[in-house]
């Protein structure tokens, strides 16, 4: 006989939140599963473009990434390029999980920060 | 819902659909989320709002089944909805993608990670798409709480398309 599970957690956790930047509201997910993380931003409704980042197995004492477009724009370097900051962060962090990061920006345009 | 050393565990599909019609009620529901903190600067929670443009909407539930334990995960954003089925597993899995495409509608679907064209969780991601489904366990429950949530177009004549 199925069942609903009450009462016990969930196993994937995750969090949503909404911020405003530079005008437009900016809808973020983060999934954490057991083997990889779920990072959305959107403003669009969608998740638009999809990239999948990971460390790459190696000896050296400097890690490596792999970051590539599988859904999307192949166009936009920047968002390469913001996948492969955050993958190197989570490493920073001490996780060695894969990103899956989906991006929907109305503005590609890098924001010098103040 | 394949399981063993060959088979798939989790699948993660992302369906592409179209505008959902404003002002459709969505029956509320709380959904259970352990783990998660809500630290927003505007509150979306777990819970389904009343009305469709409410925003970001993330449903999580499990169910014992005879295959075992499966955790399902609708997020629905406003123009797509991103469907995860993790069977006695909470790993990502393989990622697809379907949705209607031109000239006629045909729902295509695609792998983006891992996975093929041919195995079950691209089978799902586009019946999913096209709002029809099999007997399978997995894909009727999610199927059923999407019907539920009133993420579906309702049916026409009764004949699939």
């Not at chain 2, 969505?26 to 469709?52: D, F, K, L, M």
């Not at chain 2, 909407?57 to 609708?74: A, K, P, R, W, Y």
């Amino acid at each position: 006989m199925d069942s609903s599970l009450s009462g016990q957690a969930f196993p994937v956790r995750h969090k949503n939140l909404s911020v405003d930047i530079k005008g437009h509201k900016t809808d973020i997910i983060l999934c954490s599963y057991d083997d990889h993380f779920l990072v959305i931003a959107t403003q669009i409704g969608s998740m638009g473009t999809i990239l999948h980042a990971r460390k790459e197995e190696g000896v050296s004492i400097h890690p490596t990434f792999n970051v590539s477009v599988v859904f999307g724009k192949r166009d936009e370097p920047m968002l390469v390029a913001c996948a492969r900051q955050l993958i190197e962060h989570m490493s920073n962090s001490g996780s060695s999980r894969p990103l899956v990061l989906a991006l929907g920006l109305r503005d590609h345009s890098v924001v010098q920060s103040q | 819902m394949e399981t063993g050393g060959g088979g798939l565990n989790a699948a993660a599909a992302a369906i592409g659909m179209e505008s959902i019609p404003d002002g459709l009620r969505i029956a509320e529901e709380e959904t259970p989320s352990t783990g998660s903190s809500q630290s927003q600067i505007n509150h979306n929670n777990n819970r389904v709002c009343g009305y469709i443009d409410c925003g970001v909407h993330i449903t999580c539930f499990s169910e014992v089944s005879d295959n075992g334990t499966l955790h399902f995960q609708i997020i629905r954003l406003h123009k797509q909805i991103y469907a995860w089925i993790g069977c006695n597993s909470a790993k990502f899995g393989h990622l697809y993608a379907a949705a209607p495409t031109r000239p006629n509608n045909t729902v295509s679907v695609t792998s983006l990670l891992g996975g093929a064209s041919d195995n079950t969780g691209s089978g799902i991601a586009r019946r999913l798409a096209l709002k029809t489904g099999l007997n399978a366990d997995a894909e009727k429950k999610l199927v059923q709480k999407l019907i539920n949530l009133g993420y579906t177009r309702p049916k026409s004549d009764g004949t699939s398309p």
